[in-house]
């Protein structure tokens, strides 16, 4: 592994005895609730992510609420291994984690059971949001290397409440939400809880007024003292114009402090909004056995809706080049309508936990199966040539609605078994097992019946770590673990593999760290290293039987991280530095060997402060940092590093019987201009500016 760089390393040692300071001279306070809470759900140990050979955290519905995080993309502002992967105002969010692509498809769930994020999904009925940082062959069968994100759904509170809330934002957004949680019966075994919200979207971003609802309603039943049903259903819509990103002027970076970041190239006459259509739905069983056993099952169901339309910006017909905009600043622009999509998710987890007593040692075991079914079912689309736009967004084009191509219809059936083990080998050090089996068919068709391909796979992925508690608060572990992801060679005529399944892409990771947790204060440093396959298209492609799509090398992760949430009696801090060395190593091209990959930050930093000022209220500041990145995979542009500042006020006071919770913030404060992200979409370079300075007012009424 390549030595941490230094300068990450005095930064991580700082948050550290930062934390070991404050353990030591803070006077003890009393913590309703901590930032980072038990996951099993995710981690799959019932566990806190302090006690974890893992980095794992949880963000609460508060939390997010303070710094105004409406959607998943929003928890970049919060974690330095989490960045941007293509956010788009008005689309669906894409992050990426240690410097690798989340995917949409497999690596999110909701309450436990895989769903796709390929929607804009709400948090208005979250209570929180649970990350799992890295290789997550254990917790999926396939998914990419980057983690799991986990959507914890809201469930009826033990007492009755009733909290409204009302926000205006900058430009003309507003948003109205009702969180009403009540307990029925003679012994109040019956809870029901409702989620409503509406809002009207119009951000500062020009040409994107939108609207958004949801309805939620989530209940359950405890029947005896030994078993609960929940069951939740939740319903919501987002109609808003997608946000179309800027790209390279030929072999120039365009000025960010000359581009207005409230200019929205999707502005044509006939530009139309993307439409999310969701609705999902759940219901759990737990029953408590004997001997401190319980079985759990769960089923799962999201259907999707989607009208995906876009004034859709891409390359420069005049010199050919399809990765960047003409060098003048004109660019392709097309007419993308795809409606009517259709996406279903069905998942059903069955599985069983508790204690057992083998060869003289305490095993705290679990095993299940987990069974889902996916679904998307399109139309016919169009993508057809409107004319030249332009970098001012005056260009007025024709619009091309006829649909003149084929979209593709996908299925996939997969079924996992799994086993995981938390064994006791002494009082301080503890064995971790995980394995997971996945036997998956996929199957993909043109909407006109072309190009089929269809194959299955079956794989296992194992995960083991060693933990040992150095003292009473500290933990310092290693861990190993293998995850898959799966690709086909396409059925077209160029490829000599059309239609043959490469063999499975196994990915590694070896993580190493030290992590403390009490009750003011709770830190971690970690040292990683991931090594993911890497697919590509070897030959020229440009006549039948020209190519071949095979695993070339691989992509190689190092970084260590570091994290530190504080709390004293008025206030705390949350921050987090992570050092990322990403690297193309292994190819038969030796030109690729030694890339950086595009839109990846080398060094992120992120901190968030509160702190009292009078009773009642309290001020906030944030700080953002991401280090320079590339705009191409050649490296041959680079994007300069940027730091945002935010800041914020909360006031808290009491009326009677209620709780009144006033926020006011503004995001950006110095108005930084900059270029946030570089993604690389379609063999297409893009560019996204950082949000202008944005206030933001809401109050919050607990009855």
């Known amino acids: ?318 010199v050919e080049d399809y990765s960047r905009f003409c060098a003048d600043g004109s660019f392709d622009l097309y007419d993308f309508r795809s409606e009517n999509e259709r996406r279903d998710t069905t998942a059903l987890d069955i599985s069983a936990s508790g204690p057992a007593q083998l060869a003289g040692l305490r095993h705290d075991i679990t095993v299940g199966a987990l069974s889902s079914r996916f679904k998307s079912r399109f139309q016919r689309q169009a993508y057809n040539y409107a004319g030249n736009g332009n970098v001012d967004g005056s260009a007025v084009t024709t619009p091309q609605p006829d649909l003149t191509d084929q979209n593709t219809n996908r299925d996939e059936r997969s079924n996992e078994l799994y086993l995981r083990d938390r064994v006791a080998l002494t009082a301080d050090t503890t064995a971790w097992l995980g394995l997971r089996h996945t036997r998956l068919h996929r199957e993909s068709v043109r909407t006109d019946g072309s190009r089929p391909t269809a194959y299955p796979q079956s794989v296992t992925t194992p995960w083991v770590a060693l933990s040992h508690a150095i003292a009473s608060d500290w933990l310092l572990y290693a861990s190993w673990g293998q995850g898959i992801e799966s690709e086909v060679a396409p059925n077209r005529a160029r490829y000599k593999n059309r239609g043959q399944a490469l063999p499975a892409l196994k990915s590694r990771q070896t993580e190493i760290g030290l992590k403390t947790g009490s009750q003011r204060v709770e830190g971690s440093l970690t040292v990683f290293d991931i090594r993911r396959p890497v697919w590509r298209d070897i030959g020229t492609c440009s006549a039948s039987d020209s190519c071949e799509r095979l695993a070339d090398g691989y992509a190689h992760h190092r970084g260590v991280e570091a994290s530190a949430d504080l709390k004293w009696s008025a206030g705390g801090l949350f921050a987090s530095a992570m050092r990322l060395q990403a690297r193309r190593e292994g190819s038969a091209d030796a030109a690729l060997n030694g890339l950086l990959p595009p839109n990846v930050p080398e060094t992120t930093i992120k901190a968030h402060v509160r702190q009292d000022l009078l009773p009642g209220l309290q001020a906030q500041f944030g700080l953002r940092y991401e280090g320079s990145r590339f705009a191409t995979p050649e490296n041959s542009i680079a994007l300069p590093a940027w730091t945002v500042a935010d800041a914020g006020l909360r006031y808290t006071q009491l009326q009677g019987n209620q709780t009144w919770i006033w926020r006011a913030a503004v995001d950006n404060l110095t108005d930084r201009r900059a270029w946030r992200e570089s993604p690389w979409q379609f063999e297409h370079s893009y560019l996204y500016p950082l949000a202008p300075r944005t206030f933001r007012i809401s109050l919050e009424v607990r009855l």
Not at 54 to 62: F, P, R, T, V
Request: charged share 20%; net charge neutral; hydrophobic share 40%.
């Open 1 to 318: 592994m390549a030595q941490p760089n230094p300068s990450l390393l005095a930064t991580a040692a700082a948050l550290l005895a930062a934390g070991i300071a404050s353990a030591q001279t803070l006077p003890t306070v009393s913590v309703a609730g901590k930032s980072t809470e038990a996951v099993p759900s995710l981690s799959g140990f019932n566990e806190a992510p302090a006690k974890l050979p893992m980095q794992a955290l949880s963000l609460s519905a508060e939390r997010l609420d303070d710094l105004g995080i409406k959607q998943l993309s929003g928890i970049t502002k919060l974690d330095a291994s989490v960045s941007d992967a293509y956010n788009a105002v008005g689309y669906w969010s894409q992050l990426k984690i240690r410097g690798f692509d989340l995917d949409n498809r497999f690596n999110l769930r909701r309450d436990g059971l895989p769903i796709t994020g390929e929607t804009a999904l709400s948090l208005v009925n979250k209570s929180g949001i649970e990350l799992l940082k890295g290789s997550s062959g254990m917790q999926a069968g396939t998914s990419s290397p980057a983690g799991i994100v986990n959507f914890v759904v809201k469930r009826p509170l033990t007492e009755d409440g009733t909290a409204l809330m009302l926000e205006a934002i900058q430009g003309g957004s507003v948003q109205a939400s009702l969180d009403h949680s009540q307990r029925l019966g003679a012994n109040r075994e019956f809870g029901m809880r409702v989620n409503l919200s509406a809002a009207h979207l119009d951000p500062q971003l020009r040409n994107s007024k939108g609207r958004a609802h949801t309805a939620a309603l989530a209940t359950d039943w405890r029947i005896s003292p030994d078993t609960l049903v929940e069951a939740e259903v939740e319903f919501n819509r987002q109609s808003q114009p997608s946000q179309q990103g800027f790209s390279l002027l030929g072999e120039r970076l365009p000025d960010a402090g000359s581009v207005d970041p409230r200019l929205n190239l999707n502005n044509q006459p006939w530009s139309l909004p993307v439409v999310f259509d969701n609705t999902h739905a759940s219901l759990r069983v737990q029953h408590k056995l004997t001997g401190d056993w319980r079985v759990q099952a769960a089923l799962g169901l999201q259907r999707l809706r989607t009208d995906d339309r876009l004034a859709y910006a891409f390359g420069c017909f005049a």
